[in-house]
């Protein structure tokens, strides 16, 4: 094919489409066609990845909410999660604390539960 597969792009469209029972075939499919001298399914996940992944949720906010919340300074996420071993491994795991180098975490106060008291007041 003339158009370039990338494999993290792939990945990460195939565990978004893991997600419901309707498109998890479409998975499958794509990874077995391959075999057959038909990568399609493949380039088709790699290209979607561009329109479908920044729509997919607010990613500001998202990031930081998450990245300052849950944030570790000193550990290399992208070390633990990235598994050669597995086919899909995992890749939105990667895509947001692989990106999360400079990240620094929130203080203590910000990040511990409180509890609040909600309702009438009276």
Do not use: Q
Request: a neutral charge; one cysteine or more.
């Amino acid at each position: 094919m003339f158009l370039p597969i990338n494999p993290g792009k792939v990945k990460t469209v195939a565990f978004v489409l893991l997600y419901h029972r309707s498109t998890a075939p479409m998975v499958f499919d794509a990874y077995l066609k391959p075999e057959k001298g038909d990568p399609s399914g493949l380039v088709l996940m790699s290209i979607t990845y561009d329109f479908v992944l920044p729509n997919i949720m607010t990613w500001r906010e998202f990031f930081a909410i998450g990245a300052s919340a849950d944030h570790e300074p000193g550990r290399d996420y992208r070390a633990e999660l990235t598994t050669p071993d597995f086919v899909l491994g995992s890749p939105m795991s990667l895509l947001v604390w692989g990106s999360a180098g400079g990240t620094v975490a929130l203080p203590e106060k910000w990040t511990a539960c409180h509890y609040l008291r909600t309702g009438p007041y009276w």
